[in-house]
């Protein structure tokens, strides 16, 4: 069964900064587009940040500059490098990939569990 597992969430100060990691595991055949997105209480889930498998990369408005994703192909795993946090990043944060379970099967996206970023000082 293929699986999402993120790490990495915590409580920071504001201006601090925080590392979220997210690797697939069970067995598939190939994994195509990953990113992260986030959900703040009381608000719809958006985009924080995608790693298509060719290579593009893009941001959402409200992260640019500060945010950067990186992925490990090797190691089935998207990462997401935060700085310069602010109490509005507060959220829970989740990762996504797009996911070829089979050679013959079409691609499904798989989402983790998510996992708390608190910015507070």
């Known amino acids: 069964q293929v699986q999402l597992v993120e790490s990495g969430g915590g409580l920071v100060e504001p201006g601090g900064s925080l590392r979220l990691s997210c690797a697939a595991s069970g067995r598939f055949f190939r994994i195509n587009d990953m990113g992260w997105f986030r959900q703040a209480p009381g608000k719809e889930r958006e985009a924080v940040a995608t790693?298509?498998?060719?290579?593009?990369?893009t941001y959402g408005e409200s992260v640019k500059g500060r945010f950067t994703i990186s992925r490990d192909n090797a190691k089935s795993s998207v990462y997401l490098q935060m700085s310069s946090l602010k109490p509005e990043d507060t959220a829970v944060y989740y990762c996504n990939g797009g996911i070829n379970e089979y050679y013959w099967s079409s691609v499904r996206v798989y989402w983790g569990q998510g996992t708390q970023v608190t910015v507070s000082s």
């Open positions: 790693f298509t498998s060719g290579g593009n990369i």
